[in-house]
């Protein structure tokens, strides 16, 4: 899947090689070089990452603005660059991350790998697949139930039941992933649960081993899709 960036500039040369580093890191790339006339943008359409070049007039009240309404850098890694004596900063900005101008290809190429990777990671955390597979559920000291999964994500999963259960007990949570080397087993306890034998579970304790399958297997489905 392909993440989409904006890049707030009008140094053609500098956007050129930002070009040419986004898209060899399988990123879109829209350029604005009126910081209102991205703002507008941004308020009608989601990017993922922010370029904003600070030696551009007009980009200080732009930067305000994004605080303003509250598109924090937690949503939307922003990322500044600009002059030496003429970037302000990181704290300032609300940025996470900045590179100098003229544009070092290897320290560009660093930070914008760092800021898709936190937004992966972030897309990553809650995405859910859907499957729809047997899972065991195991309380006390030897109860068992089968169950089915629903969707699992990197945190927990939903699974369905044909009775409610007692939902203080601890479980212990086996099923196995299509086309993955490792069953997942985990503890886990109830988050929620509905009238429909819907549960959904949260991971309590896994394996690092058994977490990272499962973090692996997760990114393959949702760039599959």
């Not at 990671?121 to 859907?130: E, P, Q, S």
């Amino acid at each position: 899947m392909t993440l989409s960036s904006m890049v707030v500039s009008r140094d053609w040369q500098e956007v050129s090689v930002l070009e040419c580093i986004l898209g060899g890191l399988h990123m879109q790339v829209a350029v604005e070089g009126e910081p209102q006339r991205a703002l507008s943008r941004l308020n009608k359409s989601k990017v993922d990452a922010l370029i904003v070049d600070c030696d551009l007039g007009g980009t200080a009240e732009f930067l305000r603005n994004l605080q303003l309404e509250k598109r924090r850098p937690t949503t939307v890694p922003l990322v500044i660059m600009g002059a030496r004596d003429s970037k302000p900063d990181l704290e300032e900005t609300g940025a996470l991350f900045a590179f100098e101008k003229p544009i070092s290809v290897e320290q560009a190429v660093r930070t914008l790998s760092a800021a898709r990777n936190m937004i992966l990671d972030g897309r990553l955390r809650y995405h859910r697949a859907g499957l729809e597979v047997p899972v065991t559920l195991a309380y006390g000291a030897k109860t068992r139930m089968e169950a089915e999964l629903i969707n699992v994500s990197h945190g927990g999963l939903q699974v369905r039941v044909d009775n409610r259960l007692e939902t203080t007990r601890p479980f212990r949570v086996s099923f196995s992933l299509p086309g993955a080397k490792y069953g997942i087993k985990a503890d886990a306890e109830v988050a929620w649960q509905d009238d429909h034998g819907n549960l959904g579970f949260r991971f309590v304790k896994i394996a690092p081993r058994l977490q990272h399958a499962l973090k692996v297997w997760l990114a393959q489905q949702y760039f599959a899709n």
